[in-house]
């Protein structure tokens, strides 16, 4: 597996990542522990050494899934973590007081196992909460040892700034994929000019890009797309274009289109770090092959181009959960 530095860091990750909130959260999985730590085991061997969790995945079952699973490896590999949209018992609760920060990272440490959090996120930006508050809490506990590094999820360039001039931000965390392409506009300016990585979650967006999806695909009740306004039928069927023209790039260099999907944001830039998910064995090998597909410039921005004169229909999230991201 190739290697990418986050930004100007110094933190070294190989250049796909796995995103592990599926496995035990959001996506109704029915895979055993046992299997979800084996697949955790084969990321590993495959070369990926950056796994990303949090707090709210379970509640905090994922933590310990991934704390169980890397055990015998913690110190060789970059595990990040976030806080702030789960309180002490696991219920629902956005709060980034310094407090609750200090009180959560004890929480999560235990549950990793590890002496240090590598790298932690604040999940969502606190309204209640100054993001100089925030940023000062972590900085206090990367110098008691508990942190390593600091990272910001679905924030705005604002709050970035503010947040970095306190504490230098390792890593930005958001949506990114060739349906979703907002963070092109200011954050990733922004990244590039302070020296901050970027990490794409749902860069296959949410499964979608993969071409496994079409609008007789149906979810369990337990799975968040249920609830995702870009996954009605109606907007599955409307969106079906952006699968198509990705399927016809994938079908010319012989390859998947989630291959092209993913090696489309590594092109991006080399501080970028996409963190697919996946429960299947198959899938984390067809995804982490992407990193092995080099696409052209021109062939970059031509299919960029292509896509982006699709409208996507939906929203990624309901109302609700669509007002917490800053971006």
């Not at 890009?209 to 079409?214: E, Q």
Request: glycine share 8%; with cysteine; charged share 20%.
């Amino acid at each position: 597996m190739k290697m990418r530095e986050l930004g100007s860091s110094g933190v070294e990750v190989s250049a796909i990542g796995l995103g592990c909130m599926g496995m035990s959260h959001h996506r109704g999985n029915t895979a055993s522990r046992k299997e979800m730590i084996a697949l955790l085991r084969s990321a590993l061997d495959l070369g990926v050494t950056f796994f990303d969790t949090a707090q709210v995945y379970g509640p905090f079952t994922n933590e310990e899934l991934v704390g169980e699973a890397l055990a015998h490896v913690n110190d060789q590999v970059v595990i990040a973590t976030k806080f702030g949209l789960t309180d002490e018992s696991g219920n629902a609760s956005m709060s980034s007081r310094p407090e609750r920060i200090r009180a959560s990272v004890e929480g999560s440490l235990a549950r990793l196992g590890v002496d240090a959090i590598d790298l932690l996120y604040q999940h969502r930006v606190d309204p209640a909460t100054p993001i100089e508050d925030v940023a000062g809490a972590v900085k206090e506990l990367i110098a008691q040892g508990k942190v390593r590094h600091f990272g910001l999820s679905e924030v705005g360039v604002d709050t970035l700034r503010r947040a970095h001039s306190v504490q230098p931000v390792t890593a930005v965390q958001s949506e990114y994929s060739l349906w979703f392409r907002k963070p092109e506009r200011e954050i990733l300016p922004t990244c590039e000019q302070l020296g901050i990585g970027f990490v794409p979650y749902s860069p296959l967006g949410r499964g979608f890009l993969t071409g496994a999806i079409d609008e007789s695909t149906t979810f369990l009740a337990t799975d968040n797309r249920v609830d995702s306004p870009q996954f009605t039928v109606h907007a599955r069927r409307a969106n079906q274009t952006i699968v198509d023209v990705l399927k016809k790039y994938a079908t010319a260099k012989d390859v998947t289109p989630a291959q092209v999907a993913i090696a489309w944001l590594l092109a991006q830039a080399p501080w970028i770090v996409p963190i697919p998910g996946t429960t299947k064995q198959h899938r984390l090998e067809e995804n982490l092959s992407a990193a092995e597909l080099s696409l052209t410039s021109e062939e970059v921005s031509a299919l960029g181009n292509a896509i982006a004169d699709v409208q996507v229909v939906g929203n990624r999230y309901p109302e609700s959960v669509e007002k917490m991201t800053g971006l």
